[in-house]
């Protein structure tokens, strides 16, 4: 094995012809002149396995994981992160030189960061937050909202049972509300969250009510196709500060790409308008 390989990483799920993280890695790995692959690989459950086992040997220093292998990649680490583990689902590996497998989540941190940047006077502690769903990218948004100090979080989810499952992993600051008051629980929240898939292209509206919504809530929406929402257009026309789900995509490769290329990447607008056009 030659001391000069060539580092390799991609992203591993089934479909994945549609992950935008191919043009986002390949976006930096052009910006920083790094010598380096990021490739779609389309890996099917029985074969997940040997894959993850065979990638190290060929090169690869690690990879994201999406549908449907977020959460079995957990089982096949050797370290898993305290993040990983409180989500139940990994998005990054590192295939570290030791050999061992190293997993984390970055969702949340991505959450966290586009906030952060595309509402710079967020302040997450000013109220409580309500999250509107209770699906697998809820998971990590209650988790990195909990992390940074959020003293209350109140979720609401079409499936009631799901929302009192992540109320019972993740404690007595989160207090579940019925789908039909999904819209009530705005009421002075200073952050609020769409992570269902509703507004989605080619998915049903999102219609929860916005009239308890407040002026000063910063509130942002997982869904990013299309970019502008219409739950995002509505609370804009109330007064609130918005942020598009994009830029939590673009945030959580921040740290997979620096441990795998060692070199910590900038989110900017020359990212966002690689990946729209990509
Ligand atoms: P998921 O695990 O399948 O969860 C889907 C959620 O949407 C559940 O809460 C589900 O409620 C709700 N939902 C779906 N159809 C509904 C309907 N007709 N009425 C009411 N609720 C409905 O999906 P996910 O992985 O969490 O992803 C959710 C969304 O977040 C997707 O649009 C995805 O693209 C986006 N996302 C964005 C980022 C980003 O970086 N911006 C990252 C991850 C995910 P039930 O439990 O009742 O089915």
Redesign the pocket.
């Known amino acids: 094995m030659s001391d000069h390989r060539i580092p390799l990483a991609g992203v591993i799920g089934s479909p994945v012809a549609h992950s935008k993280s191919p043009v986002l890695h390949g976006h930096w790995l052009k910006r920083y002149g790094i010598d380096g692959y990021y490739i779609p690989m389309d890996v099917a459950q029985d074969d997940l396995a040997e894959v993850i086992r065979t990638l190290p040997l060929m090169g690869f220093v690690g990879v994201n994981v999406t ?1 449907p292998h977020k959460e079995t990649v957990l089982d096949l680490a050797d370290i898993v992160t305290d993040r990983a583990a409180l989500i139940g689902a990994a998005n990054t590996l590192i295939f570290r030189k030791d050999g061992k497998i190293h997993a984390d989540n970055t ?1 949340g941190y ?2 966290i960061e ?1 906030l952060r940047h595309g509402a710079p006077g967020w302040d997450p502690l000013a109220g409580p937050a309500a999250v ?9 948004v209650v988790a990195s909202l909990l992390e940074v100090g959020v003293k209350e979080i109140r979720l609401s ?3 009631r049972n ?2 009192d499952i992540l109320k019972r992993e993740f404690g007595a600051r989160v207090k579940v509300f019925d ?1 039909v008051k999904a819209g009530n629980m705005m009421e002075g929240a200073a952050t609020v969250v769409n ?6 292209m080619g ?2 509206e999102f219609r929860v009510p916005l009239d308890a919504l407040s002026p000063k809530a910063v509130v942002t929406d ?4 299309p970019l502008d929402t219409a739950f995002l257009v509505k609370a804009r026309e109330k007064g609130c500060v918005t942020v598009d ?6 945030h ?1 490769a921040v740290p997979g790409f620096e441990r795998w290329f060692g070199e910590r990447p900038e989110v900017d607008d020359d990212l966002r308008n690689a990946v729209l056009a990509g």
Do not use: E, H
Request: glycine share 18%.
């Open positions: 549908i969702d991505g959450f586009n509107i769903g209770a699906g697998g990218a809820c998971r990590a989810n079409r499936t799901r929302a789908w992570t269902t898939s509703l507004g989605m998915k049903p997982l869904v990013y196709a789900g994009l830029g939590m995509l673009l959580q």
